[in-house]
């Protein structure tokens, strides 16, 4: 091709060159799988093509363009389903096909200066995959599920959010037919932001309610994973 | 559910875990590039649960839970995840274990040619 000129050695990034054991049974399973008609290769790849294109950028814009709008922030708050076609995601048909699992009334919970509110799944780790996409590591731990419910406050404060107790915290539970997103009051000194500038701060945590958003602040609390003791093992 | 199924265990014991991986080779993607098959490979299996073995939604995550918790507890996630799930399939009888040695040795086989 004219003009390419350019090192491809110097721009490829490095690579795991070794075929591990994961790597192998991800593969092996899937291939049995399809073989025994449980799922086609079809289904497999447009799931997968669903899991490789979503991320809570849509729902980052779905609250930067509610603070930015109050008419935008009562559809959202009225028809969230209306609001998130506009940020591109179509909660019937998110994939294009239908996910059963992610088929569900979707909710939008606005924090007041009095309430804040937080979005865990207690049974398993039902998420608003469509808009947020995949879950963190976290948020899938029985630790944080089976100890956000009891003791909040305590829950968030390892995440570095410290709450005033003039301030509830309301715990959302989602389930396989509920799935809900925060949205956080605007920071002060963000008024005169454009609604770029904003997506910025709008980070996961925040769309979760483990963070509140912050001028400056557009990455993620890195939390250690703590294993879960199982019952029958503890003590 | 518990019992121990050799090839997954001999898994555990190599360690091909991705952090290790991932310092080895100097990548730095947080997660294995097996990760959103895994994802689609879940959510295909969720869509299908209609054979009584299959796991449905709930059942293949409380399997994941209790076995990550218990004879994967050493593995980090997604492995463990991909690992129970294995396990789920096997102890269901939905994969056989000897049928899932065989494909495992003929997949890597390919792998490497």
Known sequence: MAGHDHDHDRTVKPMVDEITDFEVLEIALRELCIEKGIFTAEEHRRFTEFAEQIGPTPAAHLVAKAWVDPEFKKLALAEPMTASKEVGVDWMEPTGFGTPSDFTAFQILADTPTVHNVIVCALCSCYPRPILGNSPEWYRTPNYRRRLVRWPRQVLAEFGLYLPDEISIHVQDSNQKHRFMVMALQPQGTEDWTEDQLVEIVTRDVLIGVALPKAGVTTNVITETRPAIHPGTAG | ?113
């Open chain 2, 1 to 113: 559910m518990s019992e121990r199924i050799e090839a997954l265990q001999e898994m555990v014991e190599r360690n091909q875990v991705w952090p290790v991986m991932a310092a080895k080779y100097g990548v730095e993607n947080p997660v294995p590039p097996w990760k959103t098959s895994l994802d689609g490979l879940c959510d295909a299996l969720d869509h299908a649960a209609c054979d009584e073995n299959v796991p449905n939604f709930k059942e293949r995550r409380d399997e994941e839970d209790a076995l990550s918790a218990t004879v994967y507890a050493n593995l980090p996630y997604p492995e463990n995840q991909l690992v129970a799930l294995a396990h789920s399939l096997v102890a269901r009888g939905v994969i056989d274990e000897a049928e899932l040695k065989r494909r495992l040795a003929s997949v890597r086989e390919r792998l490497e040619a």
